[in-house]
């Protein structure tokens, strides 16, 4: 799922509050905070980012024999503190934003070369109705991206309509969503004789152009 950025930096601020706290935790509190410092890292992380690796690292700190316990408790906050503002520094720069949408970019491809691998073999309903899908899912996320609002089961027309007074493209590209959407509910109701073959094949090459020109 793509995470607003401006919701990440709220949420990494918030713990980040405490920090002057972090310098001298009281026993009773180093757990909570621990726990609270952990949650935000993975919640805000990509799966096996290096920000989880440094943070799972962080535990495994071994201090001096002469060094107490409260000194390896403070080491192990100081250094989740220390990943937690890298991973804001990447928010705050755009950057974490671009690794998702390179991820998604990547998912949606892949499904658009099944689509098109079904049209190569003369399945082009299938074909069709998978391109669409990409494209609703796609739609989705663009949504998240620019903060439109989505209902429980949001319909893709709906979406169209809602991005484009967004700005989050131009008319001609939602009057060609448009188009796209009409041939996947062709597909989906089985209206298989009111699209071609020729017709699904631009389809699948639109959509793949239209999410590189939108990424999300």
Known sequence: MLIAKQTALNRIDAVLAEE???????????NELVTRLCAVIKDLSPPGSQY???????????PPREIDVF??????????VG??????????AGHMQ???????????SDFLEMAQYFLDETYKDP?????????????????????VPLPARPKLDTMNT???????YGKNEQKQVT????????????????YAEAEVKLMISGIRDFIARNPA
Request: proline share 1%; aromatic share 10%.
């Open 71 to 80: 000194h390896k408790d403070h080491h192990i906050m100081m250094d989740l």
């Open 127 to 147: 074909a069709a109705f998978m391109a669409g899908s990409v494209l609703e899912e796609h739609l989705r996320k663009l949504c998240g991206k620019h903060g």
């Open 179 to 194: 188009a796209w959407a009409g041939i996947r509910n062709d597909a989906a109701h089985g209206n298989y004789t009111k």
């Open 162 to 168: 809602d991005l484009a007074k967004a700005n989050a």
């Open 20 to 30: 002057n706290g972090f310098k001298s935790v009281p026993k009773e509190r180093w």
């Open 83 to 92: 990943v937690l503002r890298a991973l804001r520094t990447d928010y705050d």
């Open 52 to 62: 989880i690796v440094q943070m799972n690292r962080a535990f495994d700190y071994k």
């Open 98 to 108: 671009s690794f998702q949408e390179m991820i998604h970019s990547d998912l949606f």
